[in-house]
T-cell receptor
């Protein structure tokens, strides 16, 4: 089974803090994604990566950055957390084969910024 | 760019009743289509997917969906709902080329009455 793990299920940070959200997948997938989930808005893509050290902006990249130094790990960074970044963050991965669009999700990190 | 509309924010059905969740997409060619389910406090789990071929696809947990090109729809159905089906359901579309990420609808929350 594909397993995608996220470093924290719940996180509480203060405004202005630098926040790291970590995601690890164990299926040697090329593609990894960070989404943000808010009620009534579904999932919105923040950033994605299709290879080590490669990244592309998604639909809402402002206020976020990412890092992918190893194939299995994809980190989301909030350089200076703000209250409007309080949300559920979901990481996903997928292969680049025929079924490359099928994504496997982690359990999510619920981030609260005070 | 592709988009997905789930017109029903919230649906309540009685246990044992049939279910249909609506999904309409916008994309210039035949897309990849997915239905995911998210149980409370959990990540997203893939229910079923359509890539090509037979327009009626079977998924896990007794769900099925039908791709109708003329209506740009991919509605999810289940003949008899169980209390454990209470969750949030997301329809998603992926492109054959270009960006590898999925575009999600805003979700439909299903409540099951005893």
């Amino acid at each position: 089974d594909v397993k995608v793990t996220q470093s924290s299920r719940y996180l509480v940070k203060r405004t202005g803090e630098k926040v790291f959200l970590e995601c690890v997948q164990d299926m040697d997938h090329e593609n990894m994604f960070w989404y943000r989930q808010d009620p009534g808005l579904g999932l919105r893509l923040i950033y994605f990566s299709y290879d080590v050290k490669m990244k592309e902006k998604g639909d809402i990249p402002e206020g976020y950055s990412v890092s992918r130094e190893k194939k299995e790990r994809f980190s989301l960074i909030l350089e200076s957390a703000s209250t409007n970044q309080t949300s559920m963050y979901l990481c996903a991965s997928s292969s680049s084969g025929e079924s490359y669009n099928e994504q496997f999700f982690g359990p999510g990190t619920r981030l609260t910024v005070l | 760019a592709q988009s997905v509309t789930q017109p029903d924010i919230h649906i309540t059905v009685s246990e044992g009743a049939s279910l249909e969740l609506r999904c309409n997409y916008s994309y210039g060619a035949t897309p990849y289509l997915f239905w995911y389910v998210q149980s409370p406090g959990q990540g997203l789990q893939l229910l079923l997917k359509y890539f090509s071929g037979d327009t009626l696809v079977q998924g896990i947990k007794g769900f099925e969906a039908e791709f109708k090109r003329s209506q740009s729809s991919f509605n999810l159905r289940k003949p008899s709902v169980h209390w454990s089906d209470a969750a949030e359901y997301f329809c998603a579309v992926g492109a054959y080329t270009g960006r590898r990420a999925l575009t999600f609808g805003s979700g439909t929350r299903l409540q099951v009455q005893p």
